[in-house]
């Protein structure tokens, strides 16, 4: 099933998610309306430049904020529960890392350097008293381990004494311990060689194959994103301006800027001329009214410097946020 707004039984529903920030330079609508919804299984990938606010995306999803917040509104339903509406309190201890859990960029700064990673893993069962001894806590971390590919040997080890994909990997079963319903991955290979990036995208397919996970994907990268998407959305200075079946969006993007972005990367099976975006992304404490891509677009019209578009709903189920489709 396709992500969207109007479906009561997923698993994750967004709707309007607004979070800006507090600067001395002024406000950044780091994200500003941003809707979609996912049903159980489903992998949604979140594409888009740096400082689109894909990251800020998924840190709203779990409350994980700054001290400068400004604005955080919407609603973020896991099945029929707004998580916008607990206190912090109960969300530390109902939703997050037990129905949302995040995979961060960085796995070595999750990492504690003086803690084995073995107590790391088990740590959130004890605290959540998921478990009652750490003999049990430890048990379920091997049996996590090895659905990882890693050894049970690393349980006794330090995060420095792991190489950067034993190390993601960690994080990875940090994030999979509480059998969360979601799980976040915010670049989860941004920092890893190729090969090491193929081993933990093999990972996480078998993740979701074997245990029925759901993910929000969040990567810069198209082709990664492929390998995993059920369903795929796309952010420009802060708003989503594409959502779309992966099926649809790799063979026919909508929006134009989805279009150069597919236009970017290379292909094995046809030679093609590659493609770029002119210019650079709107500063998001001052973005442009009308489409915030109309400085770059290369099938910009007249009203596109002046009105906002609407989301619309077009064939095979996609939507877009452009004036070309009304």
């Given at each position: 099933?396709?992500?969207?707004?109007?479906?009561?039984?997923?698993?994750?529903?967004?709707?309007?998610?607004?979070?800006?920030y507090r600067t001395r330079a002024g406000t950044v609508q780091a994200v500003d309306g941003v809707s979609f919804s996912l049903d159980k299984g489903q992998t949604l990938a979140i594409l888009g430049e740096s400082g689109c606010g894909k990251s800020s995306l998924g840190r709203g999803l779990?409350?994980?904020?700054?001290?400068?917040?400004?604005?955080?509104s919407g609603s973020i339903f896991i099945g029929d529960l707004d998580t916008m509406t607990l206190g912090d309190r109960r969300y530390r201890r109902d939703v997050r890392w037990r129905r949302l859990a995040l995979v961060p960029q960085a796995a070595l700064?999750?990492?504690?350097?003086?803690?084995?990673?073995?107590?790391?893993?088990?740590?959130?069962?004890?605290?959540?008293?998921q478990v009652k001894k750490k003999s049990e806590a430890l048990e379920k971390v091997r049996h996590l381990f090895n659905l990882l590919g890693l050894s049970t040997d690393f349980l006794n080890r330090y995060a420095f004494e792991l190489s950067g994909?034993?190390?993601?990997?960690?994080?990875?079963?940090?994030?999979?311990?509480?059998?969360?319903?979601?799980?976040?991955?915010?670049?989860?290979?941004s920092a890893l060689d190729l090969l090491t990036q193929a081993n933990i995208m093999n990972v996480?397919?078998?993740?979701?194959?074997?245990?029925?996970?759901?993910?929000?994907?969040?990567?810069?990268?198209?082709?990664?994103?492929s390998e995993l998407a059920d369903v795929v959305a796309v952010m420009y200075a802060g708003e989503m301006v594409e959502l779309a079946p992966a099926e649809n969006f790799y063979t026919d993007p909508l929006h134009p800027y989805s279009e150069r972005l597919m236009a970017s990367v290379p292909t094995l099976r046809e030679e093609k001329e590659l493609q770029f975006i002119p210019g650079q992304p709107p500063s998001l404490i001052n973005p442009p009214g009308g489409c915030r891509f109309a400085a770059r677009c290369h099938k910009r019209l007249s009203?596109?410097?002046?009105?906002?578009?609407?989301?619309?709903?077009?064939?095979?189920?996609?939507?877009?946020?452009c004036w070309l489709y009304q």
């Open positions: 099933m396709l992500a969207n707004t109007e479906t009561n039984s997923a698993l994750l529903r967004v709707e309007e998610l607004v979070l800006h779990l409350r994980l904020l700054p001290r400068n917040v400004k604005t955080y700064n999750t990492l504690n350097p003086v803690l084995k990673v073995g107590y790391q893993v088990a740590e959130p069962l004890l605290v959540h008293r994909g034993m190390r993601q990997r960690v994080a990875i079963a940090m994030a999979l311990i509480s059998d969360p319903d979601v799980v976040v991955l915010d670049e989860p290979t996480l397919k078998r993740i979701k194959k074997d245990m029925g996970m759901t993910f929000v994907f969040i990567t810069h990268d198209v082709g990664t994103a009203q596109c410097t002046e009105k906002e578009p609407p989301m619309t709903i077009v064939d095979k189920g996609s939507r877009v946020k």
